[in-house]
């Protein structure tokens, strides 16, 4: 099993910058795949980004591409988002996600396991 817990959500103003880390327990962690979704109020849980299991692969969302970083420390079991630039329409709470395969999937039903999430505000 797999626990997530997600941190360094928070307020910050448009255009400025937040970075989020997500903790996993697990001895699995280092061989998969791990991504970072994220929800808004009224809408549907959505992709950010995902990192393949060694770091080597990324995928980014059309709407935060350019603007986030997706990265890993493995041996800290560690995953994090930089996220620069942001926009109000980045509000939403943000949860970290591990995959059932070691690559960088974009698709929600290929992770398995979730934390709890942190929430991401940003002001005009």
């Known amino acids: 099993q797999v626990q997530l817990v997600e941190s360094g959500g928070g307020l910050v103003q448009a255009g400025g910058p937040l970075r989020l880390s997500c903790v996993a327990s697990g001895r699995t962690f280092s061989r998969l795949g791990m991504g970072w979704f994220r929800q808004a109020p009224g809408k549907e849980r959505e992709f950010v980004a995902a990192i393949s299991w060694s770091g080597g692969n990324t995928r980014y969302s059309d709407s935060v591409k350019g603007r986030f970083t997706i990265s890993r420390d493995n041996d800290k079991n560690t995953v994090y988002l930089q996220m620069d630039s942001l926009e109000p329409a980045d509000t939403a709470v943000y949860y970290c996600?591990?995959?059932?395969?070691?690559?960088?999937?974009?698709?929600?039903?290929?992770?398995?396991?979730w934390g709890r999430g942190t929430q991401v505000t940003v002001s005009s």
């Open positions: 996600a591990s995959s059932i395969y070691p690559t960088a999937a974009g698709g929600q039903k290929t992770y398995n396991y």
